[in-house]
């Protein structure tokens, strides 16, 4: 079986971010670090060359392949900052519903700038995403 792409590596998350060009970019995921990592209780890890991981957990899919991923994340992409949290879990649309200006897709939200969210709402998101993929994956 194919080993995942994305694994956690050593690769700063400093540097990282340091090399994010918009410096208002820039801030932006300096301080959505510091958001997940206080919401997460973990440390920020790279995941690949471009995902600020936190946490882990080991996903056994009923296909036989199993793997390990970080249990939310984000990434800066060119037009938007993508968070990745579970599509489903309790109060999930009611919080999406008081966010603010957001994009959603299966497993991803993308903001464009922390100022077009609600924070408080936001870092919920995040807690109720971890929860959830938890208890999934014990």
Same mark, same amino acid.
């Given at each position: 079986?194919a080993?995942?792409?994305?694994?956690?590596?050593e690769?700063?998350?400093?540097d990282?971010?340091a090399?994010i060009?918009?410096?208002?970019?820039?801030?932006d995921?300096? $301080?959505l670090?510091? @958001?997940? =990592? %206080?919401?997460?209780? !973990? +440390?920020?890890?790279?995941?690949?060359?471009? /995902?600020?991981?936190?946490?882990?957990?080991?996903y056994k899919?009923?296909?036989?392949?199993?793997?390990?991923?970080?249990?939310?994340?984000?990434?800066?992409?060119?037009?938007?900052?993508?968070?990745?949290i579970l599509?489903?879990?309790p $109060?999930?649309?009611? @919080?999406l =519903? %008081?966010?603010?200006k !957001? +994009?959603?897709?299966?497993?991803?939200?993308? /903001?464009?700038?922390?100022s077009?969210?609600?924070?408080?709402?936001?870092?919920?998101?995040?807690?109720?995403?971890v929860?959830?993929?938890?208890r999934?994956?014990?």
């Open positions: 079986m080993e995942n792409k994305t694994q956690a590596t690769a700063s998350v400093e990282y971010l090399a060009e918009d410096g208002c970019r820039r801030k995921c300096e $301080d670090s510091k @958001l997940i =990592a %206080k919401a997460t209780k !973990h +440390k920020p890890q790279m995941w690949g060359a471009s /995902i600020v991981g936190f946490g882990s957990y080991h899919y009923e296909s036989g392949r199993e793997g390990d991923s970080c249990l939310t994340g984000f990434s800066s992409r060119k037009g938007d900052i993508s968070i990745y599509a489903s879990f $109060d999930h649309d009611e @919080l =519903a %008081k966010l603010g !957001h +994009k959603t897709a299966k497993a991803c939200l993308y /903001i464009r700038k922390l077009d969210v609600d924070l408080k709402v936001l870092e919920q998101l995040i807690i109720g995403s929860a959830e993929r938890k999934r994956y014990p």
